[in-house]
């Protein structure tokens, strides 16, 4: 009986590594990378305060009592329910300490989501003084929506130069109707800030400039940086929780505090960032869809899950287009569909369509609008990825042209990814995807197999011994 070439672990070099195994977990890594660049672009940064702030100003002797200010410094992006929250908390912090100030610093495209009556509410019955910079000087800081309406309602309404506050309608972009009294919210703030109501018109339909909204008497003080902001409050008197107090903020006395999002409530943040989002919805479609086309479920799989997932949660805060999602849904399967079929024309060209019009329309509020290079880009690598990779995969999973899958049956085999009960296995030269019929649960890399059987465009495959069957084979020839 001649018994079937024998099988070793050793493959040729350009075959060291199944090319789908390869990209799944690449597709895998590239996901969780793009979360957490996400995460970290929506964290706060922290600024160093000069050790010499208010130098010269505390008088020989003077006690050394820690004088605390607490910062919350907050970049770009929207104030949202985790934002609002971390303000609340450091809020609590302030009081907690006996704090001498507050300080929330920064630049804000508008609300989503936010309770901002509440969020208004806590602000008003904090004991301690409240100021609330637009800046820093050189950023074009801007307070948007319920980023102005938190700025009129501190205590201390600070602005650099080159920052504006408004248009504050709508003050949440999932609010696009308008429901929220913005008009008459804006005149009570600007009042109890001693302001002139006539600014209220303006600010509900425009960005106004720091000089126009100081010549009408809404800012306190104009500080281009924590630092000078600090300098310029030492010794002013103002009013919080119902009680006057005069600040006293000098270098011998003083601790600055940083606050930061925690990690969750980073990973939420970043959730209300629009192209981020975007990103997500498409990444995570995409790693899913390359998960039809491979055997079993993986790595690339289960990142797809966890950034659709997220994603999904984004659509749900911020204000999109649904059509819109939709068409890029359908661009991201006729994709998929087209590198199955191999038909690349029509149906390409149908796909990117979809794509791209539904990638630009979707957000329903202009300011979330995506930037078109952002939308070129990634239609780009979706093309790429799906008529180019993909197709150059599924080829290699085909094997060998002129070999039939039945022609496999008997063959023996080499196990080249886990089959869990789905993965590929190497004979006789080409990557065949295979199914583990075995009595354990799973087959390890590198473990040897025989082909008993076709079940699709899957063989299936079973332990397989050299040894054991070449012992058989001399027995039965003997008998």
């Known amino acids: 009986?001649?018994?079937?070439p024998s099988v070793t672990a050793t493959l040729p070099a350009h075959m060291s590594l199944a090319p789908a195994v390869a990209l799944r977990r690449t597709i895998g890594l590239a996901v969780l990378v793009l979360i957490g660049l996400g995460v970290l672009s929506s964290s706060v940064a922290a600024q160093e305060v000069d050790p010499g702030l208010g130098e010269g100003r505390c008088p020989e002797g003077a006690a050394e009592d820690a004088r605390l200010v607490e910062v919350l410094p907050l970049r770009g992006g929207f104030l949202d329910p985790p934002v609002a929250a971390q303000i609340a908390d450091v809020i609590d912090v302030a009081e907690a300490g006996d704090a001498e100030l507050i300080v929330l610093q920064y630049s804000a495209r508008g609300g989503v989501s936010l309770d901002l009556d509440d969020l208004l509410?806590?602000?008003d019955a904090a004991t301690v003084p409240i100021a609330v910079l637009i800046g820093p000087l050189g950023v074009g800081a801007e307070a948007v929506g319920a980023g102005g309406m938190v700025w009129a309602a501190a205590d201390v309404r600070a602005i650099s130069s080159d920052a504006t506050v408004g248009p504050l309608s709508p003050v949440d972009l999932t609010d696009l109707d308008a429901t929220y009294p913005e008009a008459e919210r804006v005149r009570e703030l600007l009042e109890d800030a001693g302001a002139d109501p006539a600014l209220a018109d303006r600010l509900l339909t425009e960005a106004v400039d720091a000089e126009t909204l100081a010549d009408a008497g809404a800012v306190t003080l104009t500080a281009q940086d924590l630092e000078p902001l600090l300098v310029e409050l030492d010794g002013v008197t103002l009013t919080a929780g119902g009680e006057e107090r005069t600040l006293r903020i000098?270098?011998?006395e003083l601790e600055v505090r940083f606050h930061s999002l925690g990690l969750i409530r980073r990973l939420l943040h970043a959730a209300t960032?629009?192209?981020f989002i975007y990103l997500l919805v498409v990444t995570g479609l995409g790693a899913l869809l390359f998960e039809v086309f491979q055997p079993g479920f993986g790595v690339a799989g289960l990142a797809g899950l966890v950034t659709a997932g997220i994603g999904v949660f984004g659509l749900t805060v911020l204000p999109v287009t649904w059509w819109a999602v939709a068409l890029v849904v359908l661009g991201l399967l006729l994709y998929a569909i087209d590198t199955a079929i191999a038909g690349f024309g029509p149906l390409t060209l149908a796909a990117t369509v979809a794509f791209v019009w539904g990638s630009l329309r979707f957000y329903a509020a202009a300011s979330l609008a995506l930037n078109g290079w952002l939308v070129a880009a990634t239609t780009i690598v979706a093309v790429v990825f799906f008529v180019f990779v993909m197709t150059s995969i599924l080829r290699a999973q085909a094997g060998p042209e002129g070999v039939a899958l039945?022609?496999?049956v008997g063959?023996?085999?080499?196990v080249r990814s886990v089959l869990n009960p789905e993965g590929h296995v190497y004979i006789?030269?080409?990557?065949?995807?295979?199914r583990w019929t075995g009595d354990t649960k799973r087959a390890k890399v590198g473990t040897p197999v025989r082909v008993h059987g076709v079940e699709g465009a899957v063989v299936l495959v079973e332990p397989f011994d050299p040894e054991v069957t070449a012992s058989v084979g001399a027995d039965q020839q003997q008998a």
């Open 121 to 123: 509410a806590r602000m």
């Open 273 to 275: 960032t629009g192209p």
């Open 250 to 252: 000098r270098a011998c």
């Open 411 to 414: 063959r023996p085999g080499i």
């Open 1 to 4: 009986m001649t018994v079937g």
């Open 428 to 434: 006789d030269g080409a990557l065949w995807r295979a």
């Open 406 to 408: 039945d022609d496999l």
